[in-house]
């Protein structure tokens, strides 16, 4: 496997600040990715940290950042006010990324907040920055990008070349009815789904029916036998799927 490096990264340029774990690979090849967390979890969490390294080790310069309210304090789910603030968190994440990759072209668009990257189908650029999450993270991540799509698609499309939905939260266990769908019609972004089948947050048929609210390319890569962790407990991976999502996440915008 190719050889990578990690550090502890904190950017205090912005509020809210940036702080997590960078991923530099040997051979860099001008992607990147941001991985956020769940509500009960850290940047440390074990899916994440393989992710990171899959990836990594694939050539992305991967940031696994805390989000702001686990910044805030170091345990306990985020409260309904966080929400705005930790995808406040997730755009500054995606900011300062953009600076690691050392593009000044990259950099200056990305103060400006566009961060400067090209959607693939458009010949404009070859650098491009990912957005996933896992659970919370990964919905706080597509509510940022239709928010972008909202107040502008051409933002929205060079912002992020495509968002990676970790056991996306549709609806709390046990609670149907409580759709977290509202944001989906307004999403201008190609989107992996990776879901397990027993996960209590939602059904693969119930997500399969959410996906059809989004306007874009969606693709979902179900789990079998794996819960809401994906399988990812402790020292436990799941190599097949880590490759899985790596190929997922390059064949969306494809």
Request: aromatic share 6%; with cysteine; proline share 9%.
């Amino acid at each position: 496997m190719p050889q990578t490096s990690v550090r502890q990264f904190t950017d205090t340029t912005a509020d809210p600040k940036v702080r997590g774990f960078l991923h530099t690979p040997e051979t860099p090849n001008e992607m990147a990715l941001v991985l956020s967390h769940g509500a009960g979890s850290n940047a440390q969490a074990p899916l994440l940290i393989a992710l990171a390294e899959t990836f990594s080790a694939a050539g992305f310069t991967v940031l696994r950042c805390d989000l702001p309210f686990r910044q805030t304090r170091s345990f306990g789910p985020p409260g309904p006010a966080d929400a705005a603030r930790d995808r406040e968190g997730l755009k500054n994440a995606l900011t300062a990324l953009a600076n690691e990759l050392g593009a000044p072209r990259l950099a200056a668009s990305a103060r400006r907040g566009d961060f400067g990257l090209s959607n693939p189908s458009r010949p404009s650029g070859s650098k491009k920055i990912y957005l996933g999450g896992h659970s919370y993270g990964g919905r706080q991540s597509s509510m940022l990008c239709a928010e972008l799509a909202k107040q502008s698609p051409e933002q929205a499309a060079n912002s992020v070349t495509a968002l990676l939905l970790l056991s996306y939260p549709l609806h709390p266990p046990r609670k149907p009815e409580q759709q977290r769908t509202q944001h989906l019609p307004d999403l201008r972004t190609p989107t992996l789904f990776v879901h397990g089948t027993r996960d209590p947050f939602g059904s693969i048929a119930e997500l399969e029916q959410a996906i059809k609210m989004i306007p874009e390319k969606t693709k979902l890569l179900p789990v079998e036998g794996a819960g809401h962790d994906l399988g990812f407990k402790g020292k436990t991976r799941n190599e097949e799927l880590l490759a899985s999502v790596l190929a997922g996440v390059q064949a969306i915008v494809i």
